[in-house]
């Protein structure tokens, strides 16, 4: 994963209107679907939603092939914040990478702090204040499911130190992926707010 958005940020990097290509930025977010493994049942849902998003890209990347294709074509059509729209779908995975993200930094922020208090401060940074209720209380509920820290080393294979160095590169790899994302919505005057 580290790898991958090491990749897409170089190419997002080398000028400022570079055109990602949708396969490209499909085919490095489908890597995430390992870290899922590693959370337990209680995250199935969170998994399922995420892996739909992809597929419906990757499903669009036959037809568009750059990501702003599909906002432009959204725009278009008054579609980009419609539910299962290409452009909403995008704006979702982002979200995804971001909570990722986050969710590395409170990890990394302290070896005394449990997965379940990294992930809750992560997603309530991220997500939850674009989630309904619902979707809040059972995302709280499943927090109490998630392994121990030691535990998810242990499956994903790493030790401390490995998982340490591995996440500092997603978090410096996202970044820019991330920002990428979010000017192709405000070039276009999309606000964020949703
Ligand atoms: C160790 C890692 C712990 C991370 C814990 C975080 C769990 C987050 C759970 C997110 C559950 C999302 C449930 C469904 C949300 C949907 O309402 C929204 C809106 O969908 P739409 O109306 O547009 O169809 N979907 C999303 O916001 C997509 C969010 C994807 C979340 C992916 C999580 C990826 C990272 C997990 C770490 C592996």
């Known amino acids: 994963m580290a790898e991958a958005f090491e990749e897409l940020s170089k190419l997002v990097k080398t000028c400022p209107s570079y055109h990602l290509r949708l396969i490209t930025f499909c085919d490095a977010c489908s890597l995430v679907s ?69 969710l590395f930094e409170q990890f990394l922020l302290s070896d005394d702090f449990s997965l379940r208090e990294a992930a809750s401060a992560a ?30 080393l242990v499956r994903l294979n790493e030790n401390g130190q490995s998982a340490e160095k591995q996440m500092r590169r997603y978090i410096n790899a996202s970044l820019p992926v991330i920002a990428y994302i979010d000017e192709l919505y405000m070039a276009r005057n999309i606000s964020l707010d949703w």
Request: aromatic content about 10%.
């Open 123 to 152: 997603y309530s940074q991220v997500c939850a204040p674009y989630h309904t209720w619902a979707v809040r209380t059972a995302v709280s509920a499943g927090m109490y499911a998630l392994p121990v820290r030691e535990q998810l």
């Open 34 to 102: 390992v870290l899922f493994g590693c959370l337990g049942i209680a995250f199935k849902f969170a998994e399922l939603e995420y892996v739909s998003k992809i597929r419906d890209l990757l499903e669009a990347s036959k037809t568009y092939d750059t990501l702003e294709d599909i906002i432009d074509r959204d725009i278009e059509n008054n579609t980009v914040r419609s539910a299962g729209s290409h452009s909403r779908n995008l704006r979702r995975v982002r979200q995804g990478l971001d909570l990722i993200r986050a």
